[in-house]
């Protein structure tokens, strides 16, 4: 028996770049890469500096090679200054990427406008299809081949509980069809895209909520807690090892047992 083909590794010569790094779940998935075999990882963040540079300082004590970048992803253009400053700083291509970066308004939909839902789609939706075409494209160009996109969508993709969020709902079912449509665009240059979708997680995207709802759809969750965002990093951390090397084009969903919406649920 060779025990070392049974190895649970990371892809070597790996940099990993997560998006929204520095926020509440990306923050932990960065500390979990960090541990578990990531030689080089960029936190890129929008507008929190300080709590980059504060995680980098952190990643850093652990000996690991640790950017901070400013991501603009309001054009390919501007996407594609922002992956060549990345690779610069960092002295490799990218060969895996996590975003975990969203926003998520909870307004009724008596009260939601356009621009909100403009809003939403352009941070959750659009941003996303503007890093991941660039980055993906580039690994083709650079011949980075066993590379990985991990992006967060939300139970509420497949399963929206609440006129409430419904802008937020419909960017999360986008991202669920997107991480589908490329698996197949790119499986034939060694690039798999994997969807995570977190039920009730515990993070700041919470404080919105109207009074009562948190504690109300806690209530129908089997596990009856929330989760936590070091929960969902140890999973997306095994995603980007070889145990799924033979999985792409799917949706994991990490929500401690919910079920599907049904007209009792009021």
Known sequence: MNKSQYLIKMR?????????GSGGIGSEVVR??????AEIITIGYGGNRASAEAL???IEGLGIQTFIAQVDRSSLSAMEATVEAIVVQAGREITGVVDAIGVSP???FQNLTLE??????????????ASTKVIAERMIT??????IFVIISSTNGDN???AQSLAYDMSKSSL?????????EYASFGIRFIGIAPGWINTGMNDTLPEGMLDREVGFIYMSRQGEPIEVAKFITGVMTDACSYVTGTTFKIDGGYPRRNPSRK
Not at 142 to 147: L, S
């Open 12 to 20: 070597p010569g790996n940099h990993i770049l997560v998006l929204g």
């Open 142 to 147: 650079k011949g980075i081949h066993d590379a």
């Open 116 to 129: 909100e839902v403009d809003r939403v789609y352009s941070v959750n939706v659009r941003g996303c299809v």
């Open 160 to 162: 929206s509980f609440s």
């Open 176 to 184: 669920d069809n997107l991480v589908v449509s490329l698996a197949e």
């Open 32 to 37: 979990a890469l960090a541990v578990n075999g």
């Open 56 to 58: 980098k300082q952190e």
């Open 106 to 108: 909870n307004t009724p």
